[in-house]
C-alpha cells in the first residue's frame, strides 16, 4: 500500500516534472538554435568548432565504386530488389557521373570472392580507400538487410551500434558501425570525397559522422555529439525525478542553458566519440532511414527495389544540376507520395552549405 507521505511526494514530483519539463524543451531548442551559425556565418562555425580542418574535393580525380546487394536468396530472410538496386545504382553513377573503376559483390555472382560475405566485404572496403588522393572521388552503394547490436563501446546514445548484415551474417555476424568507419572512413586523406548510400534499416548514423542536416522548409544542422549531451542531461534529470531529488533536477536543467555542454573542448565521456567522428576527409552518407526506422523492399512500377535506391536515383536522373537540400527535400518527397514512412537522412563529416551543387 502508498502511504499518504508517499503519495504526497509522488504528488510534488509529478508537478515539478510537469512544470520543469517545458523549461527542459525550451533549452534543448536554444541548444539546436546555436547550432544553426552555419547557416549565417559558415566560417565563423568552423572557427567554433575547434577541430575542423576538412577540405572539400572537386572530384575532378580518380573515380572507384563499390556496389554492394544481397537479397539472401533461399533463407527466410530473402529481399527481392537490392540487387535490382546495384544495377539501377551503378547505371547512374556510372553512366552519369563517370565512374569506371567499380567492384559489385552480389549473392548472384559465382566468383567466391565477389560473394558479398563479411571477409569479403571487408576487403572491399579496403580495395575502394586504397590510394585515395585529394579530389579523388569514391562512391559506396550498399542494398541489403540492415540491423542493431548491443553497444560495446559506450559511444552510442540508445546503446546500440548500427549494422550491415552480410551474406554469412548468420556464421560470422553483422558488420558494425564502428568497424564500417575504420575500413571506409578513417583511411581517407584530406580533401577526398566519398558519397554513401545505405539502403538498409536502422541506417541513419551507420557510418558515425557528426553532423545530420533536417530539410523541412528551413535547413538546420543538428551535431550529433551535442544531441548526446542533451539525451545525457535528459537521463540525468530523468533519474533524479525518480529518486525525487530536487536539487538534482534543478542543477540537470541548469546545465543546458549555462554552457557545461560544451562542443569545443568535450568532456573525458565522449572525447573518444567525437574525435572518431570528426575527420578531414570530405564525406557524405545517405541513408535510408533513421536509426530507429526500417528502409522498405519495395515493387514500384512493377520492379522489385529499395525504396532509397529508387528515389535516390528517380532524382538524379530527372536533375541535371540540384543542390543538396533539393536532392535529400526531393527523395523525401517521393517516399512521401510513395506512402513509405521512413525518413532519409543526410549526414556529413563536416559542416556544409546545403545550398552548394550535388557533384560527385
Not at 510537469?18 to 536554444?30: G, I, K, L, P, T
Not at 542531461?233 to 533519474?239: E, L, M, P, S, T
Not at 569545443?264 to 572525447?271: L, Y
Request: proline residues 3%; negative net charge; aromatic residues 10%.
Amino acid at each position: 500500500m502508498q502511504s499518504d507521505r508517499d503519495r504526497r511526494r509522488y504528488n510534488v514530483n509529478i508537478n515539478t516534472w510537469d512544470s520543469q519539463n517545458e523549461v527542459f524543451s525550451r533549452a534543448v531548442d536554444q541548444k539546436i538554435r546555436e547550432q544553426n551559425l552555419w547557416n549565417s556565418d559558415l566560417d565563423g562555425f568552423y572557427r567554433s568548432r575547434g577541430g575542423d580542418q576538412f577540405e572539400r574535393s572537386a572530384c575532378n580525380g580518380n573515380k572507384k565504386a563499390l556496389f554492394i546487394g544481397i537479397n539472401y536468396t533461399g533463407t527466410q530472410a530473402e529481399l527481392k530488389g537490392c540487387i535490382n538496386d546495384v544495377r539501377n545504382i551503378s547505371e547512374l553513377v556510372c553512366g552519369r557521373f563517370g565512374f569506371q573503376n567499380c567492384l559489385y559483390l552480389t549473392d548472384e555472382q559465382q566468383d567466391p570472392e565477389k560473394k558479398p560475405t563479411y571477409n569479403n566485404i571487408i576487403e572491399a572496403m579496403k580495395w575502394l580507400v586504397q590510394g585515395a588522393q585529394p579530389n579523388d572521388s569514391l562512391f559506396f552503394h550498399y542494398s541489403g538487410h540492415g540491423g542493431t547490436a548491443r553497444d560495446s563501446h559506450a559511444d552510442e546514445i540508445d546503446g546500440f551500434d548500427e549494422t550491415i548484415l552480410p551474406l554469412d551474417y548468420a556464421k560470422n555476424g553483422q558488420i558494425i558501425d564502428d568497424v564500417i568507419y575504420e575500413n571506409l572512413v578513417k583511411p581517407l586523406p584530406k580533401g577526398c570525397r566519398l558519397t554513401a548510400i545505405f539502403d538498409s534499416c536502422h541506417s541513419g548514423t551507420v557510418l558515425d559522422l557528426p553532423y545530420t542536416y533536417q530539410c523541412d522548409g528551413n535547413v538546420e544542422v543538428i551535431e550529433n555529439d551535442m544531441r548526446k549531451e542533451i539525451f545525457k542531461k535528459a537521463f540525468g534529470i530523468v533519474g533524479s525525478f525518480i529518486q525525487g531529488d530536487q536539487a538534482a533536477i534543478a542543477s540537470s536543467l541548469l546545465g543546458l542553458f549555462d554552457g557545461s555542454i560544451s562542443f569545443n573542448k568535450p568532456n573525458t565521456s565522449n572525447q573518444a566519440t567525437i574525435e572518431k567522428r570528426r575527420h578531414d576527409a570530405d564525406v557524405i552518407q545517405f541513408s535510408g532511414c533513421r536509426d530507429n526506422q526500417t528502409s522498405a523492399d519495395a515493387k514500384i512500377n512493377n520492379v522489385s527495389t529499395g525504396a532509397m535506391s529508387y528515389a535516390f536515383s528517380t532524382v538524379l536522373k530527372q536533375n541535371q544540376n540540384i543542390s543538396y537540400t533539393q536532392l535529400l527535400t526531393q527523395i523525401r518527397q517521393i517516399m512521401k507520395q510513395k506512402n513509405f514512412k521512413q525518413i532519409p537522412q543526410l549526414s556529413t563529416s563536416h559542416p556544409m552549405n546545403m545550398n552548394e551543387q550535388f557533384i560527385m
